[in-house]
């Protein structure tokens, strides 16, 4: 009884020593330390990017890499060094956290996991744009636990990781500047195609957002607009950037639909 007493006080004793005054504040300092190291990291990236826009992806891609890297290193790190827990009690203690962990945090614990698995498969990349589950934007940040996507409209929406994983997510561009946006005009069955396809084609080229060492390609066909068949002309064309996406599309349909009209070629009654 006397040794296990003795045990208990000794195991006490090392306990109360890990957590005096003085380790908790280095602890506390060493995480502030830690916030400010990713705060600089962020900050420099991001002057990185303005100066350097056509790395803007590999800059994003590699800040949320070391991210990752210094908030689960560092946290590790701070507390072995700071707290020097005896070897016994941080194989005991490690374990018994991951059994919590797993049952009381499996959420969390999954979206960690879905986050580490989506940095080394990558279905996307930081600064693509992608579409999930009806929520189209840009991607701004990969983090431990949730990606961040930035719409068209400036809204932010978080998306646990864990989600990713298992539905279906379409990327627009892969981790390149240039992607394919696809422009629709609508024709009377009686239109002149080609001449409108001519127009399309030359409003697109003339852009000053379009990518032309990618093709331009067009795909018609009859479709049913509010009851009625018309002729779907479907211009697929390159952005020279991502950011340029509904400016190209903007400027493409504004300047098309002027000249479709004098040139009198048939568009759909809208009524």
Same mark, same amino acid.
């Given at each position: 009884?006397?040794?296990?007493?003795?045990?208990?006080?000794?195991?006490?004793?090392?306990?109360?020593?890990?957590?005096?005054?003085?380790?908790?504040?280095? &602890?506390?300092? =060493?995480?502030?330390?830690?916030?400010?190291?990713?705060?600089?990291?962020?900050?420099?990236?991001?002057?990185?990017?303005?100066?350097?826009?056509?790395?803007?992806?590999?800059?994003?891609?590699?800040?949320?890499?070391?991210?990752?890297?210094?908030?689960?290193? =560092?946290?590790?790190?701070?507390?072995?060094?700071?707290?020097?827990?005896?070897?016994?009690?941080?194989?005991?203690?490690? =374990?018994?956290?991951?059994?919590?962990?797993?049952?009381? &945090?499996?959420?969390?614990?999954?979206?960690?996991?879905?986050?580490?698995?989506?940095?080394?498969?990558?279905?996307?990349?930081?600064?693509?744009?992608?579409?999930?589950?009806?929520?189209? =934007?840009?991607?701004?940040?990969?983090?431990?636990?949730?990606?961040?996507?930035?719409? &068209?409209?400036?809204?932010?929406?978080?998306?646990?990781?864990?989600?990713?994983?298992?539905?279906?997510?379409?990327?627009?561009? !892969?981790?390149? !500047?240039?992607?394919?946006?696809?422009?629709?005009?609508?024709?009377?069955?009686?239109?002149?195609?080609?001449?409108?396809?001519?127009?399309?084609?030359?409003?697109?080229?003339?852009?000053?957002?379009?990518?032309?060492?990618?093709?331009?390609?067009?795909?018609?066909?009859?479709?049913?607009?509010?009851?009625?068949?018309?002729?779907?002309?479907?211009?697929?064309?390159?952005?020279?950037?991502?950011?340029?996406?509904?400016?190209?599309?903007?400027?493409?349909?504004?300047?098309?639909? !002027?000249?479709?009209?004098?040139?009198?070629?048939?568009?759909?009654?809208?009524?």
């Amino acid at each position: 009884m006397n040794d296990t007493a003795d045990t208990l006080n000794s195991q006490l004793e090392t306990v109360l020593a890990m957590f005096e005054a003085s380790n908790l504040l280095m &602890l506390v300092a =060493g995480f502030v330390v830690l916030w400010l190291i990713n705060w600089m990291i962020r900050r420099t990236a991001t002057g990185l990017m303005d100066h350097l826009p056509t790395r803007r992806f590999t800059i994003l891609q590699m800040t949320t890499l070391v991210s990752f890297v210094l908030y689960i290193g =560092g946290t590790a790190f701070l507390l072995i060094t700071v707290l020097n827990p005896p070897q016994e009690m941080l194989l005991a203690v490690g =374990g018994s956290a991951a059994v919590a962990v797993g049952f009381a &945090l499996k959420d969390v614990a999954a979206s960690l996991i879905a986050g580490i698995m989506l940095l080394f498969d990558r279905p996307f990349q930081v600064g693509d744009r992608v579409n999930f589950e009806g929520v189209y =934007g840009e991607i701004t940040a990969i983090t431990l636990r949730s990606v961040r996507l930035q719409t &068209l409209d400036d809204n932010t929406v978080t998306i646990p990781n864990a989600r990713f994983v298992t539905d279906v997510v379409s990327s627009g561009n !892969m981790g390149a !500047m240039s992607m394919m946006v696809v422009t629709d005009f609508h024709l009377a069955l009686d239109a002149d195609i080609e001449q409108a396809r001519s127009i399309v084609r030359e409003v697109i080229v003339t852009s000053r957002f379009a990518y032309l060492k990618q093709p331009v390609t067009f795909a018609i066909e009859e479709i049913v607009l509010t009851n009625r068949v018309v002729i779907r002309l479907r211009a697929k064309a390159y952005v020279l950037d991502v950011n340029y996406e509904k400016a190209f599309q903007s400027d493409v349909t504004t300047r098309a639909s !002027m000249l479709l009209r004098e040139a009198g070629i048939a568009r759909p009654p809208s009524a």
